[in-house]
């Protein structure tokens, strides 16, 4: 059974850096085939898609935070980690790890999220 | 504000059908076959529900379907049950450059 979990600290001040990791088990996050994603959940808003990492290390990000954000993977941790530099109030958001197949928007196993919040 | 539009709330009584509708755009819905539902009990992880339209994962009960008709997507669960309850989410593929776009979620209740 894969499972996601997402780790990092809860609560992140303004102009600081966001970091959060996604440990992955029962799959290997270097068996190819799949987009490793980052999604957030703004408070009363839908989902927004942040960016995926390839087990080839390729990246691809949300036009509109591809300046503040960064996805990198740790493969002898089987393990992908999110950075978002320069936070503010409105990066404050539950963030999900989700899988879904190279070239699919079909998200078939998530993590079950971590709320963030931006506050001094 | 989501990409795509759904209800913000729906609700039946256990037995009865409901349907959620999503309504994207000629960039989204109306463009691929790509619509997935979630199904999120708060504080767990989100579970897909629906892909492709109208398939559904292994597992995944046959009470739940998916259909589309031009930009807008429809979720519909048959024989409500009290477990039904939770948060609906609609995705969709899109020629933006962003993997997926989503709704912003319809809370059903289960009266």
């Known amino acids: 059974q894969v499972q996601l979990r997402e780790s990092g600290p809860g609560l992140v001040k303004p102009s600081q850096t966001l970091s959060l990791t996604c440990t992955v088990s029962?799959?290997?996050?270097?068996?190819?085939?799949?987009?490793w994603s980052w999604i957030r959940h703004h408070p009363g808003e839908g989902l927004e898609w942040i960016g995926y990492?390839?087990?080839?290390?390729?990246?691809h990000y949300s036009p509109s935070l591809r300046s503040r954000v960064s996805i990198s993977l740790d493969t002898s941790k089987n393990r992908f980690s999110l950075r978002l530099t320069s936070v503010t109030a409105a990066d404050t958001a539950t963030y999900y790890c989700?899988?879904?197949?190279?070239?699919?928007?079909?998200?078939?196993?998530w993590g079950q999220g971590t709320l963030v919040t931006v506050s001094s | 504000q989501s990409a795509l539009t759904q209800p913000a709330s729906v609700s039946g009584s256990p037995g009865q059908s409901i349907t959620i509708s999503c309504t994207g755009t000629?960039?989204?819905?109306?463009?691929?076959?790509?619509v997935s539902w979630y199904q999120h009990h708060p504080g767990k992880a989100p579970k897909l529900i629906i892909s492709?339209?109208?398939n559904r994962p292994s597992g995944v009960s046959n009470r739940f379907s998916g259909s589309k008709s031009g930009n807008t997507a429809s979720l519909t669960i048959s024989g409500l049950q009290a477990e039904d309850e939770a948060d609906y989410y609609c995705?969709?593929?899109?020629?933006?450059?962003?993997?997926?776009?989503f709704g912003g979620g319809t809370r059903l209740t289960v009266l």
């Open positions: 990492i390839y087990y080839s290390g390729d990246t």
């Open positions: 029962g799959a290997s996050i270097r068996g190819g085939n799949y987009y």
């Open positions: 000629s960039s989204d819905i109306g463009h691929y076959n790509y």
């Open positions: 492709a339209v109208n």
């Open positions: 989700a899988r879904s197949y190279s070239g699919s928007s079909t998200f078939d196993y």
């Open positions: 995705g969709s593929y899109t020629t933006k450059e962003l993997l997926a776009v």
